[in-house]
């Protein structure tokens, strides 16, 4: 008998996994803070030897270990590669159903919980996934002495914090044998205790204090407080929480849902309290359903941070993705981002094939294309594309460079200073009944050339813009200018001194060149905004807005400093009526003379263009 047959046998001795006639696999949880991984795995090895397609959970804590989980180097989109641990590997299943009967899977340390790959119709359901230890600092600021320039904190006693060399660090474990990882506070976040939203004021804490040339340093200051010197400028308000999730680089290791090459997958009645990355990554995936599904801090816990990246992200997908129902909160990035990839075209190698770099770093590995895929061909400079071509081959050079063939010649074809993106992988989003608050960065990005419908949310006190169009080819390369998007029936409610709710723009090197539209057909109407400073609508390189029976109204404590309500940018085709601007004096729409055909009519409250 093998070793994995005799330990399958003993665990179904024990109990923890049994077979049921209706084709399913139930799995109950293990003594009290045991490790599940292998009743999981046990579980997995049973169902498919007998065909089951039903693995149900009974209710219970799963507490997920390193120690046995599988192991596979990963490139994850938006996400730091590497050797990665996966407790609940989903490799090639057909028709499965993970019921989860109220199960919380507790992970430890830095793993996967939940890992899906070239499978097709899977559903997820009611289960909740959470860390014992979260990979963030949270401490609150329990003094601060500007004479000395200099403020006291005080960790949560899961922050782990301790002093190392002179620096606050935080972390678990041994990281020279890969089981411990350990992060400075470089990165920061403050957050008021209040709201559980972005502090009015950002101090950047840094290991060096650039303004009185001095490295900053931190101290014991008893009873689990640390005194930090020469570390934030300016120095914090007395109250206010500070929130680091470590170095840049290294900090998005373990999301709690990867899902890679899936066809037709539903996760509902689902919550991920914590996971060091995003709460969902999705790539290259053809229809998504999401209800249900919430991202936010454990219930009845002090912590007021849930993910440190996005709840949700969806890289080179088509089909549908139907996110409704949902709640996303205190996350340390975007609510939904849903982009294809811009690849930059390096130098044509055969008449009918080119050298493609993915530049950013957490772009490398990616599924970019395929045969039969159809390439979009655009200007790196203007983002403005000017042909398409249907791969004929792949050649991976390494993680970074790609071989693509086409079938067309490109001789004649190709354009200098080049980038392509994959116009057969654009996905349909439908964002609607959610909820998403107090969050850094963003609630929504969007960039897909597919119908967008954002409808029927609430959105409240995003550090940032709530919705963010934008596409760039010179930082995160995310592609797809959109050609339908509306949004409607939502309600606004600000938080940024000065950021759009609505920002609808590229990004593009230099801002004094007039160039045609990039996004096009946007329709906002019948939304309710609740500012915190006049600007509500931004808009550059757009063509067919129309903001039409809008409610605008500022909030009890709002600046209305001398800014525009509306801002636009060499638009064209603009339509503004029937909307309602509440503000004392009337609301400014600012116009640039590239911008044309913009129309204004019957909106209460609103100056003429200028």
């Known amino acids: 008998?093998?070793?994995?047959?005799?330990?399958?046998?003993?665990?179904?001795?024990?109990?923890?996994?049994?077979?049921?006639?209706?084709?399913?696999?139930?799995?109950?949880?293990?003594?009290?803070?045991?490790?599940?991984?292998?009743?999981?795995?046990?579980?997995?090895?049973?169902?498919?030897?007998?065909?089951?397609?039903?693995?149900?959970?009974?209710?219970?804590?799963?507490?997920?270990?390193?120690?046995?989980?599988?192991?596979?180097?990963?490139?994850?989109?938006?996400?730091?590669?590497?050797?990665?641990?996966?407790?609940?590997?989903?490799?090639?299943?057909?028709?499965?159903?993970?019921?989860?009967?109220?199960?919380r899977f507790i992970a430890h340390g830095h793993l996967i919980p939940f890992s899906l790959e070239d499978c097709r119709d899977v559903v997820l359901r009611d289960f909740r996934i959470d860390w014992a230890e979260p990979f963030f600092l949270q401490a609150t600021v329990t003094t601060v002495d500007a004479a000395a320039d200099a403020f006291e904190v005080e960790p949560r006693p899961e922050s782990r914090a301790q002093l190392v060399d002179g620096q606050l660090l935080f972390g678990a474990g041994d990281r020279r044998n890969r089981e411990g990882w350990w992060q400075n506070i470089e990165w920061s976040y403050w957050i008021d205790p209040a709201t559980g939203a972005a502090a009015a004021v950002q101090p950047v804490v840094a290991l060096w204090n650039a303004r009185r040339q001095v490295a900053a340093r931190a101290e014991a200051a008893g009873e689990g407080r640390f005194r930090l010197t020469h570390a934030a400028v300016p120095l914090p308000a007395p109250g206010s929480v500070l929130i680091s999730k470590g170095n840049r680089e290294d900090n998005r290791i373990s999301p709690a849902i990867r899902v890679r090459r899936v066809a037709d997958l539903v996760v509902e009645d689902v919550a991920v309290h914590h996971a060091g990355g995003m709460g969902l990554i999705v790539e290259r995936t053809e229809n998504v359903t999401l209800r249900r599904f919430h991202v936010t801090p454990p219930p009845g816990s002090t912590r007021l941070v849930s993910t440190t990246a996005d709840a949700t992200h969806f890289v080179d997908c088509r089909g549908e993705i139907l996110v409704e129902d949902c709640r996303f909160e205190a996350m340390l990035d975007d609510a939904i981002n849903v982009h294809g990839v811009y690849g930059l075209v390096e130098e044509l190698i055969a008449p009918d094939t080119v050298a493609v770099r993915l530049h950013h770093f957490q772009q490398l590995g990616l599924d970019f294309a395929e045969p039969g895929d159809v390439l979009r061909f655009a200007r790196r400079d203007t983002l403005l594309a000017y042909g398409e071509r249907t791969v004929r081959a792949v050649r991976r050079v390494n993680a970074q460079r790609l071989e693509i063939a086409f079938t067309e010649p490109l001789d004649g074809f190709l354009q200098p200073g080049s980038c392509i993106d994959n116009?057969?992988?654009?996905?349909?989003?439908?964002?609607?009944?959610?909820?998403?608050?107090?969050?850094?960065?963003?609630?929504?990005?969007?960039?897909?050339?597919?119908?967008?419908?954002?409808?029927?949310?609430?959105?409240?006190?995003?550090?940032?813009?709530?919705?963010?169009?934008?596409?760039?080819?010179?930082?995160?390369?995310?592609?797809?200018?959109?050609?339908?998007?509306?949004?409607?029936?939502n309600v606004f409610t600000g938080l940024h001194p000065s950021a759009a709710l609505l920002r609808l723009r590229p990004m593009q090197p230099g801002e004094t060149r007039v160039l045609p539209p990039y996004h096009r057909h946007v329709t906002i109407e019948d939304n309710t905004f609740r500012v915190a400073?006049?600007?509500?609508?931004?808009?550059?390189?757009?063509?067919?807005?129309?903001?039409?029976?809008?409610?605008?109204?500022?909030?009890?404590?709002?600046?209305?400093?001398?800014?525009?309500?509306?801002?636009?940018?060499?638009?064209?085709d603009v339509?503004?009526?029937?909307?309602?601007?509440?503000?004392?004096?009337?609301?400014?729409?600012?116009?640039?003379?590239?911008?044309?055909?913009?129309?204004?009519?019957?909106?209460?409250?609103?100056?003429?263009?200028?």
Request: net charge positive; aromatic share 6%; with cysteine.
């Open 575 to 610: 339509t503004l009526s029937d909307n309602r601007f509440s503000y004392p004096t009337e609301a400014a729409l600012r116009v640039t003379p590239d911008a044309s055909a913009v129309r204004s009519a019957d909106n209460a409250g609103l100056a003429a263009p200028r």
């Open 423 to 489: 116009a057969s992988w654009q996905a349909r989003l439908v964002f609607r009944r959610n909820v998403v608050r107090n969050n850094r960065a963003r609630s929504v990005l969007v960039t897909t050339g597919a119908p967008v419908l954002i409808e029927d949310n609430v959105f409240e006190r995003p550090s940032m813009s709530s919705i963010l169009v934008e596409g760039d080819t010179h930082f995160w390369h995310e592609s797809g200018a959109v050609a339908n998007l509306t949004i409607r029936r």
């Open 1 to 103: 008998m093998s070793a994995a047959l005799r330990r399958l046998t003993w665990l179904l001795f024990l109990g923890f996994v049994a077979a049921a006639a209706s084709g399913e696999v139930v799995v109950r949880a293990p003594a009290a803070g045991a490790d599940a991984v292998p009743v999981i795995r046990a579980a997995l090895a049973q169902a498919a030897r007998d065909g089951a397609k039903i693995i149900r959970f009974a209710a219970g804590d799963y507490h997920l270990f390193r120690a046995q989980s599988d192991e596979q180097f990963l490139h994850i989109a938006n996400h730091d590669d590497g050797l990665r641990r996966i407790a609940i590997p989903l490799r090639g299943w057909q028709g499965l159903r993970v019921e989860g009967g109220g199960a």
């Open 533 to 572: 400073q006049p600007l509500v609508l931004e808009a550059a390189r757009v063509g067919g807005l129309i903001f039409a029976r809008n409610r605008i109204e500022p909030l009890a404590d709002a600046t209305l400093r001398e800014a525009p309500a509306v801002l636009l940018h060499a638009c064209e």
